[in-house]
Each structure stands twice: as C-alpha cells, then as structure tokens.
C-alpha cells in the first residue's frame, strides 16, 4: 500500500505543513476549505463579473449588463472552498534522462507531485493526478479521501517513462473534461512542438484554471558541460548525432536560452505562471521557493 513516506522524508513533510498551496483566481472545489473563491449562486455575496466561456449556465448570464454592452458576462460571487489541485506529468521518453542532476527529469516530477499532493491533502483540498506522452495514460480526476490519495500514489509509483511527446495531442480534449475550476500544475521538459503545448495551455486558462507550467531541465540540457566529440542520442525517437561539444556549446547555451525566453513570453501572454526547476535541485526547496513567491505575488 502507497503513502506519502514512500516518496517524502518525515522531515519534508514537516517543512511542507507549513506552507498553503493557493490559487491566483479561483478555487471551485466540492467541499469546505480555506481558499477564495468566485463561485456562481444568490447565496454569498457578489463579487465581480468574469466574460462568459462556453459552457456556462445561461441563468448566471448578467442580463441588465448584456442590456447595455451587449456582451455576455457571468455573475460571481465569494466564498470560501476547497481547492481542485491538478498534477500534470509528462511520462515521455525524454523525462528519464540524467546527467548532472540528481534524480532523473521524471523522478523530480514524481517527487513534487507527491508533495503537492501532500500539501493539498493536508489543507483539506481534492488532488488529480495526469500522467501522459503522446496521449493521456492515466487520468485520476480530482477528489479528496484517504482512498483516492492511496489510488494517486499508487499510480504515480508504478508508471515509468517512455514513448514519444505530443502534449496537444494528449491534453486539448482533457481540458474540456477538468469543468471546474483549479489548479494545474504541468511538469515538462518541453522538448515537444511548441505551438501544441501553448494550444494545450490555452484550453487550460480558456476554462477558467491557475496554470503553472515548470520547465524541468537537468542543468547539462542548459550548460552542455560534455568534452571532444559526443554523441547526442534522442530518447525518443533514437536519432544520433556526433558533434563536438565545445565547438558548438556556446550557440547551443544561445539557442536555449532564447527557447526559454519565448516560453517565458507566450506564458506571459496566457497568464501562465512559468518556473524553471532544475534536477540538481530538491524537489522541496523549489516546492517552498515556488509557494513563498506566489503568496508574495498575492496567490
């Protein structure tokens, strides 16, 4: 049987109860909680108006105001909630690599979702679970319980990576399943088309949820630290290529930093919290650095 002392130390999940893992937005949850949250009813107290998404209840529609603009707008109204926290792991091929960092790209993955999953657990708030490569292999939809928690773990200790990336593929028709509004949390290494991950992205925010999307990297993928001639094999598909590390290093760092700093932009543009983590890293110290810096931000 899984529980949290599989993937945390006890010492973790100390640190971890001190933190709260919240949304920018919105929390749409099934139970009570701690979060704010812009839900849709006569019985708390008006909030704001947000545009009107596809899919929304007509009766929410603010008739007296499409009376004037002509434009859809849904009423909101405050209360306090549970959080929908959703993990979302890329399991492909290129997620086990390791080099320079401690762990393998999927193992840090594995390890933050875990205490996420923690953190959520703990303040009460329901976790789901998303582990996908070229399409989605196991889908947990977000709940709370003792139960669901051990079937979360459980998934997340058994599956490995492999097979090839294609995350619109994988996830544009998931974001239309995720109704509710939460949290997504998407870790990737990224090394997939990029255009389908912002499409992927953008069906998140269309629906109303928090993204935060983290670039996991092993520092060798930014400082290429190989010598003399190397041979660079792709995980997933296995094509080689021999080239001389030193030679080409410094238009390699160029190139992928310029990679990072357009990821940087297009998330920018969605509204799409951007987080580079590192494998030499602890999965908890970029956890606490993370939550410190978005409850400074307001989240």
């Not at 105001?65 to 209360?79: A, D, H, L, M, P």
């Not at 269309?206 to 060798?220: F, T, Y």
């Not at 190989?226 to 410094?250: Q, W």
């Amino acid at each position: 049987m899984s529980g949290f002392s599989d993937f945390l130390s006890a010492e973790t999940m100390r640190r971890l109860d001190h933190l709260l893992l919240g949304s920018r937005w919105t929390a749409e949850g099934g139970r009570a909680g701690r979060h704010s949250s812009l839900m849709k009813g006569a019985s708390v107290e008006f909030r704001d108006h947000r545009d009107y998404v596809q899919g929304d209840s007509l009766r929410h529609l603010d008739w007296k105001v499409f009376g004037r603009s002509e434009r859809y707008y849904i009423k909101q109204f405050q209360e306090e909630t549970s959080l929908r926290v959703h993990l979302v792991l890329d399991a492909s091929a290129s997620m086990d690599f390791k080099h320079s960092g401690k762990i393998t790209k999927f193992e840090f993955a594995r390890e933050l979702s875990a205490q996420a999953a923690y953190l959520a657990n703990h303040q009460q708030d329901s976790v789901g679970l998303v582990i996908y490569d070229d399409a989605v292999r196991r889908w947990l939809p977000a709940k709370g319980g003792s139960r669901h928690v051990r079937h979360f773990l459980e998934a997340l200790a058994a599956h490995q990576p492999g097979g090839r990336t294609d995350t619109g593929k994988a996830l544009e028709a998931l974001a239309e399943g995720m109704a509710r509004r939460g949290m997504v949390l998407m870790m990737t290494d990224l090394l997939d088309a990029p255009e389908a991950v912002f499409r992927a992205l953008a069906h998140f925010r269309r629906r109303g949820h928090d993204v935060v999307l983290i670039h996991v990297l092993d520092p060798a993928e930014l400082d290429l630290p190989f010598d003399g001639v190397s041979d660079f094999i792709d995980m997933e598909t296995g094509e080689r290529l021999e080239a001389d590390a030193a030679l080409v290093r410094h238009a390699y760092q160029e190139a992928i930093g310029a990679a990072i700093d357009g990821f940087r932009a297009r998330c920018g543009a969605l509204r799409v919290d951007f987080r580079i983590a590192t494998t030499d890293r602890s999965p908890s110290d970029f956890l606490n650095e993370l939550l410190a810096d978005r409850k400074r931000l307001g989240a």
